[in-house]
């Protein structure tokens, strides 16, 4: 058997995240290195990158790029793992590409620490590809297995920069689009100035804009932009 039939459904890729549909801006080099990954068996990748800088995205454009051209792939996120799932990483050497998110999520963590070294070191025997994706650099990893840290260091380390504000209005338009809501320019422009800047927070907003649009039918606008976010502050602190 290749998984745990424990495996939770939210380890398989998202099927929304292309590469297409990614803003690249100053990493573009980096979408690239990313891209060559399906044609060079036995590649091994470390990407590193903020909350909100697209790293998961981009791990699952991965996956489907890899089985649009027949190869299986397969993407996990350490971070919504319990600790007895350590088994669902047995089998994966079998496959073409495996992508690892979220290692920060369980430096430290000994028996994590030990399940993937062997976990790569079986990748890397089978020819397979590996990605791992954290949001800190290797160097900066509190990893208590020197093995671990030191495989990790062998493969290529690719770092996503934050992007430009002219490439987070990019992003605001194709999510705004992505939910089939007309968001103004100078709404855009609203969210980039006035609202809290991180992607995260920014993608957060559009989907606030869009429920609120469709529960209110009424069109988005500034005001009403400034109305529902404000709301939406108030309500996330009275809950914090």
């Known amino acids: 058997m290749l998984f745990s039939s424990q495996i939770p459904l939210q380890l398989m890729p998202r099927r929304?995240?292309?590469?297409?549909?990614?803003?690249?801006?100053?990493n573009e080099a980096v979408v690239?290195?990313?891209?060559?990954?399906?044609?060079?068996?036995?590649?091994?990748?470390?990407?590193?990158?903020?909350?909100?800088?697209g790293k998961t995205h981009l791990l699952n454009a991965l996956c489907h790029e890899t089985r649009e051209?027949?190869?299986?792939?397969?993407?996990?996120?350490?971070?919504?793992l319990p600790k007895d799932a350590i088994?669902?990483?047995?089998?994966?050497?079998?496959l073409e590409l495996v992508c690892v998110d979220d290692l920060h999520a369980?430096?430290?963590?000994?028996?994590?620490?030990?399940?993937?070294?062997?976990?790569?070191?079986?990748?890397?025997?089978?020819?397979g590809r590996l990605v791992i994706g954290s949001r800190e650099r290797l160097s900066a990893l509190n990893l208590g297995l020197p093995d671990l840290a030191s495989r990790l260091a062998w493969g290529l380390?690719?770092?996503l920069v934050p992007l430009e504000d002219q490439d987070k209005l990019a992003v605001i338009k194709l999510h705004s689009d992505a939910l089939g809501i007309s968001l103004p320019a100078e709404v855009q422009q609203y969210l980039l100035k006035r609202h809290e800047r991180s992607m995260v927070a920014l993608i957060r907003a559009v989907e606030n804009l869009q429920r609120a649009a469709l529960i209110s039918k009424r069109r988005i606008t500034v005001?009403?932009?400034?109305?529902?976010?404000?709301?939406?502050?108030?309500?996330?602190?009275?809950?914090?």
């Open 69 to 80: 051209r027949g190869g299986r792939a397969f993407y996990l996120a350490l971070g919504t």
């Open 32 to 53: 690239r290195a990313l891209k060559q990954v399906v044609d060079e068996p036995g590649s091994h990748v470390f990407l590193s990158g903020r909350r909100g800088s």
């Open 16 to 26: 929304d995240c292309r590469f297409d549909d990614y803003v690249a801006g100053p």
């Open 87 to 94: 088994a669902s990483l047995q089998g994966l050497e079998k």
């Open 157 to 159: 380390r690719l770092q």
């Open 106 to 127: 369980i430096a430290g963590d000994a028996a994590w620490e030990e399940a993937l070294f062997h976990c790569f070191n079986r990748i890397r025997e089978s020819n």
């Open 223 to 240: 005001p009403f932009a400034r109305e529902v976010l404000t709301a939406a502050n108030v309500e996330k602190e009275h809950y914090e």
